[in-house]
């Protein structure tokens, strides 16, 4: 995955893990949260807010799943 993830952490988990996702958001702001990737296999994506100027502005980030 090309650039940089500055602003978001990164999550891991591996294929089988239970995961699950609390989102939350702080103030009155409106945001539409996203997770790229395919369900049950390894690989590496992303999570972001789908407002275009929040995500261009450091909404996005990296969630690693490993084999």
Known sequence: M??????????RA?????VRWR????????HVFHVHGRRWRSGDR??????TDHMM???????LVEP
């Open 23 to 30: 989102v939350a958001t702080l103030g009155q702001g409106l």
């Open 57 to 63: 502005g450091g909404m996005v980030g990296r969630y």
């Open 14 to 18: 591996r294929v089988g893990d239970r």
């Open 46 to 51: 992303i999570y972001h807010c789908h407002i």
């Open 2 to 11: 090309g650039g940089r993830l500055p602003r978001a952490p990164t999550f």
